[in-house]
């Protein structure tokens, strides 16, 4: 099984950063593609950053030049920077894993977090 615990959550005002990370457990030798995706009360959830096991990212044009993706070296772990906040990114964020190609005691799949809370106050 495949678990993802997210953490880092919390309040700030507009302006502010936070840091959500991400960490997926399971077989410590498995790597996989993770992403950030969010969901707003009353809206559908929507992609925010992914980054995959060779580095390459991608953002949101909400985020883009405001949050950062990156993964650590075991391709297990992956945080989200966000700076300039703003209220518009109030939402649960919500980490998803996915390894397309399976491999000896490590089969595709997708996996989600749980969702932490990010609430931005003006």
């Known amino acids: 099984q495949v678990q993802l615990v997210e953490s880092g959550g919390g309040s700030v005002q507009a302006g502010g950063s936070l840091v959500v990370s991400c960490a997926a457990s399971?077989?410590?030798?498995?790597?996989?593609?993770m992403s950030w995706y969010r969901q707003a009360p009353d809206k559908e959830r929507e992609f925010v950053s992914d980054?995959?096991?060779?580095?390459?990212?991608n953002y949101a044009d909400s985020v883009k030049g405001r949050f950062t993706i990156a993964q650590d070296n075991t391709k297990k772990k992956v945080f989200l920077q966000m700076d300039n906040l703003k209220p518009e990114d109030t939402a649960v964020y919500y980490c998803?894993?996915?390894?397309?190609?399976?491999?000896?005691?490590?089969?595709?799949?997708?996996?989600w977090g749980q969702g932490t809370q990010v609430t931005v106050s003006s």
């Open positions: 399971g077989n410590m030798w498995c790597r996989y593609d």
């Open positions: 998803k894993a996915v390894k397309r190609v399976g491999t000896l005691g490590c089969p595709a799949g997708t996996y």
């Open positions: 980054i995959d096991i060779d580095g390459v990212q």
